[in-house]
């Protein structure tokens, strides 16, 4: 399985930034991953699309973000961004990272498997 954990959560203030990180790893084997996104959960809401990154560096984001949010990712590390400016008591939510792809089989001819995966999410939480 390809294991996905975010960081960088937090308590902050209105206006302020966060970062968030979020690492894709699966104990050794050979997985490629094409998109990787973040979603948020508010409590009480269903969990919605913040922002999406394919690849080769398309990006689409919700709108409400736009503008105040970046998504970014290291395709060498398995690993997406989420820089977060000018953060709004309503971005306040669980900020979760999906990660989808392929993954090679152990054994030759290595076939590959289709993969999504999600992280245990991270607290977002911002005062006003």
């Known amino acids: 399985q390809v294991q996905v954990v975010e960081s960088g959560g937090g308590l902050v203030q209105a206006g302020e930034s966060l970062r968030l990180s979020c690492a894709a790893s699966?104990?050794?084997?050979?997985?490629?991953?094409?998109?990787m996104g973040w979603y948020r959960q508010a409590p009480g809401k269903q969990r919605d699309l913040v922002a999406t990154?394919?690849?080769?560096?398309?990006?689409n984001y919700t709108d409400s973000v736009k503008g105040r949010f970046t998504i970014s990712r290291d395709n060498a590390k398995n690993t997406v961004f989420l820089q977060m400016n000018s953060l709004k008591p309503e971005d306040t939510a669980v900020y979760s990272c999906?990660?989808?792809?392929?993954?090679?089989?152990?054994?030759?001819?290595?076939?590959?498997?289709?993969?999504?995966?999600w992280g245990q999410g991270t607290q977002v939480t911002v005062s006003s």
């Open positions: 999906n990660a989808q792809g392929f993954l090679f089989g152990r054994t030759w001819p290595h076939a590959p498997a289709p993969f999504a995966s």
């Open positions: 699966a104990s050794g084997r050979i997985f490629s991953i094409n998109d």
């Open positions: 990154i394919t690849v080769g560096g398309s990006t």
